[in-house]
Antibody
Framework: QVQLVQSGAEVKKPGTSVKVSCKPS????????INWVRQAPGQGLEWMGW????????GYAQKFQGRVTMTRDTSISTAYMELSSLRSEDTAVYYC??????????????WGQGSLVTVSS | SYELTQPPSVSVSPGQTASIFCTGD??????ASWYQQKPGQSPVLVMY???RRPSGVPERFSGSNSGNTATLTISGTQAIDEADYYC??????????FGGGTKLTVL
């Protein structure tokens, strides 16, 4: 079955960077785009961007342009999301999700368990 | 602020029908998806392409999209349906937009 396993919780200081990993299993890694979504405590879902594991192509939400980098390592079938210049407002659970598309219809079919990132001095 | 507008909360009695609305211009040109999220858990897809149920989602869940409003309907609502629900659409082919979420209370 499809699973996306993410890295564990992290505590970071303001101004530093965090890199969250997402390792899918149960399918061929390069066949489906990975999206990243975050959720601040008590808040809603916020889309951050996507990455195509086959090509390495990316697309980022305007809000995170210049601060986020999404990459992958196909040799170990793992996707990464790195967020830099962290501030307290970046404290959130970060999710990776597999995009599924058929006949031009796309949706986030599978989600990782989430990675809590706490930004605190 | 969110480009898709949802009511913050909806209450329903057990066995009754709950309707959660999602409004936004993006829905005029995009399919809607819906995600259910229970406390401490990851979101789960419960509806896609406006009205298609993923395998494993109970038949009491249905969806529609007309004009600029998408609707998730839960018929015969059960206590286990209590959760936050998020609508989602597309702004261009690759940009995801979410609604602010609706807390469904079954009481």
């Amino acid at each position: 079955q499809v699973q996306l396993v993410q890295s564990g919780a992290e505590v970071k200081k303001p101004g530093t960077s965090v890199k969250v990993s997402c390792k899918p299993s149960g399918y061929t890694f390069t066949k489906f785009d990975i999206n990243w979504v975050r959720q601040a405590p008590g808040q809603g879902l916020e889309w951050m961007g996507w990455m195509g594991p086959h090509s390495g192509d990316t697309g980022y939400a305007q809000k995170f342009q210049g601060r986020v980098t999404m990459t992958r390592d196909t040799s170990i079938s793992t996707a990464y999301m790195e967020l830099s210049s962290l501030r307290s407002e970046d404290t959130a659970v970060y999710y990776c999700a597999r995009l599924e598309c058929a006949d031009g219809i796309c949706y986030l079919a599978y989600w990782g368990q989430g990675s809590l990132v706490t930004v605190s001095s | 602020s969110y480009e898709l507008t949802q009511p913050p909360s909806v209450s329903v009695s057990p066995g009754q029908t709950a309707s959660i609305f999602c409004t936004g211009d993006k829905l005029k040109t995009s399919y809607a998806s819906w995600y259910q999220q229970k406390p401490g858990q990851s979101p789960v897809l419960v509806m896609y392409a406006d009205d298609r149920r993923p395998s494993g989602v109970p038949e009491r869940f249905s969806g529609s999209n007309s004009g600029n409003t998408a609707t998730l309907t839960i018929s015969g609502t059960q206590a286990i349906d209590e959760a936050d629900y998020y609508c989602q659409a597309w702004d261009s082919s690759t940009i995801v937009v979410f609604g602010g979420g609706t807390k469904l209370t079954v009481l």
